[in-house]
Every structure is written in C-alpha cells, then in structure tokens.
C-alpha cells in the first residue's frame, strides 16, 4: 500500500494561498456579521429595543440575500482562479 503523503502535501502545499484566500474571505464575512450586531445593540441601547428590532428585521431581511451572494461571488472568483 503505497499512500503518497509526500505528493499529497506537497498539492496541499501549492493550493495554501487559495486556503488562505478562502479563510480570509468567511473571516471578513464574519466580521461584518459582528459589527452589524454590535451596531444594532448600540441602536437599541440609545433608541430603545424598538428600533433595534426593525433594523434586525431590515437587516436580516437584506443580509440573508446580499451577505450569501458576495460571499458566493467572491469564491467562485476563488474557483475560477484555481482551476
């Protein structure tokens, strides 16, 4: 049984930046989830829990259709690269 490790981690070795790119990419989605939050708790601090619920609802609303497809765009950009 002849496994090749050698020749698989070298592969992975070549697609490190296309692994790199990918994390940094769900890294900054991830962030820009966490500073709309950290916004709305803000909003609902200053203004009451009121407005905080209609601009998650807003923001939910518009984030669950925009967030995905820039995301999706960004990797297939990813894919169209690496191929």
Sequence with gaps: MNLQLGRAFKIVLQT???L???AAVYGIVCGTVALLLLVLALIGRVFGGGA???LFVIGAGAGSFGLPLLREYVLYLLRAGHV
């Design 16 to 18: 490190t930046p296309y």
């Design 20 to 22: 790199l790119y990918r």
């Design 52 to 54: 905080a619920l209609v």
